[in-house]
Antibody, heavy 118, light 111 residues
Framework: QVQLVQSGAEVKKPGASVKVSCKASGYTFTGYYMHWVRQAPGQGLEWMGWINPNSGGTNYAQKFQGRVTMTRDTSISTAYMELSRLRSDDTAVFYCARSVKWSPLSDWGQGTLVTVSS | QSVLTQTPSASGTPGQRVTISCSGS????????VNWYQQLPGTAPKLLIYSNNQRPSGVPDRFSGSKSGTSASLAISGLQSEDEADYYC????????????FGGGTKLTVL
């Protein structure tokens, strides 16, 4: 069965960077886009961008352009999301989710809580 | 401010039918299919409805979706206490080589 297993919770100081991983199993990793979605405490879902694991191509939401970098390692079926210049309002749960382009985000990781605090 | 617009809250009593609406534009709902996600407290979102009105395997037929023009709706009939959750609409957007846009979410309370 499809599984997306994310790395554990992180605590970071303002100005630092965080890198969250998402290990995929149960399907062909390069056959599906990997999206990242942010959810601040008590708030809604916010799409951050996607990476095409086959080509490495990315597409980021304008809000995160310049601060987010999505990468992948096909040898271990793992996608990564790095967010830099962290601020306190970046405190959130970050989810990875897979989809075919133009199709729904069908499977989601369990989420990774990133806390930004001095 | 979310690209897709949802009313923030909805409520109903057990057995009732409730409807949640979602409004977008020609570049997203107007030209792409709508998907709905259910998020139970403390859990990751789960795909509930895809391609406007299709249910993934395991989703009860009490849940149904529809789309007209640049709006969509999710209906839940025979409301149950376990349906209390946040519901999000989403769609791909034609702009910028394909972004995904979400609604702000609707918190459903079962009274």
């Amino acid at each position: 069965q499809v599984q997306l297993v994310q790395s554990g919770a992180e605590v970071k100081k303002p100005g630092a960077s965080v890198k969250v991983s998402c290990k995929a199993s149960g399907y062909t990793f390069t056959g599906y886009y990997m999206h990242w979605v942010r959810q601040a405490p008590g708030q809604g879902l916010e799409w951050m961008g996607w990476i095409n694991p086959n080509s490495g191509g990315t597409n980021y939401a304008q809000k995160f352009q310049g601060r987010v970098t999505m990468t992948r390692d096909t040898s271990i079926s793992t996608a990564y999301m790095e967010l830099s210049r962290l601020r306190s309002d970046d405190t959130a749960v970050f989810y990875c989710a897979r989809s075919v382009k133009w199709s729904p985000l069908s499977d989601w990781g369990q989420g990774t809580l990133v806390t930004v605090s001095s | 401010q979310s690209v897709l617009t949802q009313t923030p809250s909805a409520s109903g009593t057990p057995g009732q039918r409730v409807t949640i609406s979602c409004s977008g534009s020609s570049s997203n709902i107007g030209s792409k299919t709508v998907n709905w996600y259910q998020q139970l407290p403390g859990t990751a979102p789960k795909l509930l409805i895809y391609s406007n009105n299709q249910r993934p395997s395991g989703v009860p037929d009490r849940f149904s979706g529809s789309k007209s023009g640049t709006s969509a709706s999710l209906a839940i009939s025979g409301l149950q206490s376990e349906d209390e959750a946040d519901y999000y609409c989403a769609a791909w957007d034609d702009s910028l080589n394909g972004h995904v846009v979400f609604g702000g979410g609707t918190k459903l309370t079962v009274l």
